[in-house]
């Protein structure tokens, strides 16, 4: 095997200044910096510890230092500094911050620290946080800081402006008296550090390493890179690599001018350019370069490779999205079955609201996943809150569950009361709840405390009796409404509060859809089945190995698998901005975003998009993203899944679909085996009463009859051993 190509060679040999590898995805820039330390090490004699090299998640520093390990060995690779830019800054500052006056054991605030010490500042100034939104706030704050812009010199000219100001300063002043920083103030202070060394002609953290290397040079932000610059100020042996196409992080204040920034800061720099895909097959390539070729402003750059053509690009078409998850389980139950390993899988959405409908298709099926830089859907802060009133309400004795929520949204509980109230419990030998009864006896809880338990006792009171007869998504609307929880996160106008919304939306749509399902197999929907089926699975996913890898496009920057599959891909979804005129900027990033998807997959890609999609508790129309109907004919295959669940060859769409001609499917994948080739094919005339049909849960079966229930059609089956029941067709699979 050839472990490095000429250019390569050059990047990794490049004896020392100024370097820059300019490549397109799956080029080996990753594996140009990780041969390059080794050769650093290895055969230079530079020592470990004076290596600096950043990456841009935490999952892609873990992975560059275990394949460091395997080329040096564990113990030099330790000694390496390899991290991302708030990690590493981090630890830089505990050493040399004392220069900024920083103490050593200064403590780092993340985001709820952040939101609590907005919260306490705006009561101290007594400023209405329902006007002032704490959240909001921290935003306009970060975003400021960002753009390295001090309190100071913020032009405060309107009312609204000026409570801002106020707000920071004494945000900044409170951050300095805890000895405290944010994440911005990481690569801030460490500025500052470099700017204090040059002043007093110390060295210090500019001379502690002899070269520094960056992976994903494209998404840095200026600060980022004036750090860098300062850290590589004596020697200038600073390596970055980098593709403007895969820039997808302009509202982080990412900037992709950066690389252009360095060849103008470093006119000797080496450059070197990388064209050779190593990982994707020819048809992948393609299809990426496809979309990427019309952004409008762009570095001329090649990419071709030596791999094989490969198997078609699946592009299908789905009725919604739960039809879509189905598929998706189906396509890696197909691979398990051949043998691959759940590890092998990615399933991306561009989305975090997305994944709910794909993990229950998961969970359900016991198929183990996980869920990359996000949260698996039940373990949201917001839906665990939701779930913990639901428990409640089902059983008040629930200790955990009372103690999460008893003051959320904030109801004026504090820790004292809650405290006074435990030691009471425990008194009586009660729990909480109960210990709620004869408040009026408990001298150490003063009145207005007591009225503000007993009104939480009264709320959860009226939960149990509502529970048993409001149907499981109604009462989730109940408890939303009647918590204050919904118009807390409306009041706070923030991204982050709609993002909750929408989590809590898409657990309404999950009780809506188990309904749904309930009511199909002639069940009860109770909201204690449903708690019971979600703990469950929770379980079965703990105990799980290898596992199926979820997560957004952004998150999976970097990445590669065998096997990709790529929902949700319709317009105003994927791209999800960008579709009015004027915002081109917009529509070239989610077309980077498209390039960095496609990329990822080493074999195999299936790209699903559907007719109609519920979204945040709406539904919308789907029409097939533009981004699918630019791929090339020769690098795809066209399928339509039915609302029975068959999958038929569908004509190409885009601009040449007049000519429509049929797909002549040769196709090894066994997913899909049951294509009807050829002949005119009916939506409703596939599965008949009559056919013989097998359920995942009830086993074989014989169709009785059929019926059309909105998008969806319905069969009543007479199964083998369980009786008749109405299923959905597309839980049912032929088996004649
Ligand atoms: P991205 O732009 O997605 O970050 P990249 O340019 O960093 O991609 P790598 O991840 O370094 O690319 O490499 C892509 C794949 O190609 C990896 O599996 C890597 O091991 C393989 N590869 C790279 N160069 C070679 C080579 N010369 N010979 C064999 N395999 C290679
Ligand atoms: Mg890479």
Redesign the pocket.
Same mark, same amino acid.
């Given at each position: 095997? =050839?472990?490095?190509?000429a250019p390569?060679a050059q990047a990794v040999a490049h004896p020392s200044g100024p370097l820059l590898v300019f490549?397109?995805?799956?080029?080996?820039?990753?594996? =140009?910096i990780?041969f390059r330390i080794a050769n650093l090490v290895a055969r230079e004699g530079v020592s470990a510890h004076r290596i600096l090299a950043v990456t841009f998640t935490n999952k892609a520093a873990r992975e560059l230092r275990s394949r460091l390990e395997g080329l040096l060995g564990e113990d030099l690779a330790r000694r390496l500094w390899v991290g991302t830019f708030h990690s590493l800054g981090a630890k830089l500052l505990r050493l040399h911050g004392g220069t900024i006056g920083l103490k050593k054991d200064f403590a780092i605030y993340d985001g709820t620290d952040q939101k609590a010490l907005i919260a306490r500042i705006l009561k101290d100034l007594a400023i209405d946080s329902k006007e002032y939104a704490p959240k909001a706030l921290l935003g306009q704050i970060g975003h400021y800081k960002q753009q390295n812009i001090r309190v100071d010199a913020l032009a405060a000219d309107s009312a609204h402006m000026k409570v801002v100001q106020q707000v920071w300063a004494q945000y900044e002043a409170r951050l300095r008296t805890a000895n405290a920083l944010d994440f911005e103030d990481i690569l801030l202070r460490g500025g500052e550090l470099l700017d204090e060394e040059l002043r007093l002609g110390v060295v210090g953290v500019r001379e502690r390493f002899d070269h520094i290397l960056v992976?994903?040079f494209q998404d840095t932000n200026g600060t980022q890179y004036r750090w860098l610059k300062g850290l590589a100020h004596f020697h200038r042996n600073l390596c970055v690599?980098g593709?403007d196409d895969?820039s997808i992080y302009g509202w982080r204040g990412a900037d992709v001018r950066n690389i252009q920034s360095f060849r103008r800061d470093h006119p000797d720099a080496e450059v070197v350019k990388?064209e050779q895909?190593?990982?994707s097959t020819a048809r992948i390539v393609e299809a990426a370069l496809a979309i990427v070729a019309k952004t409008t402003v762009r570095e001329p750059k090649k990419l071709w490779t030596e791999n094989e053509a490969g198997e078609p690009i699946h592009v299908v078409e789905l009725p919604d999205e739960r039809a879509e998850a189905t598929f998706a389980l189906r396509c890696i139950r197909d691979a398990l079955d051949e043998g691959a390993s759940p590890a092998d899988f990615a399933v991306f959405y561009r989305l975090h609201a997305q994944s709910r409908v794909l993990e229950d298709a998961l969970r359900t099926a016991r198929v183990a996943y996980k869920v990359i830089g996000g949260t698996r859907f039940y373990e949201r802060a917001e839906v665990k809150d939701a779930l913990a009133y639901l428990r409640l309400a089902l059983n008040p004795s629930s200790d955990v569950d009372f103690l999460r929520v008893v003051n959320v949204p904030a109801r004026g509980i504090g820790d004292t009361t809650v405290e006074r109230l435990a030691s009471r419990a425990k008194r009586l030998g009660k729990v909480l709840f109960e210990a709620l009864d004869n408040l009026e006896d408990e001298g150490t809880i003063a009145p207005a405390a007591r009225r503000k338990l007993e009104a939480f006792r009264a709320l959860i009171n009226g939960f149990q009796r509502a529970i048993t007869e409001d149907t499981p998504s109604a009462f989730v609307d109940r408890v939303l409404e009647a918590t204050g929880y919904r118009k807390s996160l409306e009041k706070e106008d923030s991204v982050e509060a709609d993002a909750r919304l929408g989590n809590l939306e898409e657990l309404r749509s999950a009780l809506l859809d188990f309904e749904r399902e309930c009511s199909l197999r002639g069940e009860d929907p109770t909201i204690a089945t449903w708690l019971e089926n979600a703990a469950l699975h929770s379980e079965a996913d703990n105990a799980a190995g290898e596992a199926v890898s979820m997560m957004t496009v952004h998150a999976a920057?970097?990445l590669?698998f065998p096997y990709v599959i790529l929902t949700g891909m319709e317009e105003q979804l994927f791209p999800y901005r960008g579709l009015d005129p004027g915002e081109r900027d917009e529509l070239d990033e989610e077309r980077r975003l498209a390039y960095?998807a496609i990329?990822?997959a080493r074999e195999r890609l299936v790209c699903t998009h559907v007719r109609a999609r519920q979204l945040f508790g709406q539904t919308r129309v789907g029409i097939e993203s533009r981004f699918l109907r630019e791929l090339p004919r020769s690098t795809t295959e066209r399928f339509r899944v039915n609302s029975f669940g068959r999958l038929t060859p569908a004509a190409h769409q885009g601009r040449s679909a007049e000519t429509s001609r049929r797909v002549d499917a040769r196709v090894d994948t066994s997913y899909f085996s049951d294509v009807n080739h050829g002949e005119a094919f009916d939506d409703d005339s596939a599965m008949r009463p009559g056919s013989m049909v097998r359920h995942g849960t009830f086993g074989p079966g014989r169709v009785r009859s059929l019926e059309r229930r909105g998008q969806e059609v319905a069969a009543q089956v007479e199964f083998a051993t369980f009786g008749v029941k109405t299923v959905y067709v597309r839980f049912l699979v032929d088996d004649e």
């Open positions: 095997m =050839v472990e490095l190509n390569q490549a397109g995805a799956g080029s080996g820039k990753t594996r =140009v990780t992976d994903e690599v593709d895969q990388l895909n190593y990982r920057k970097g590669e960095v990329t990822r």
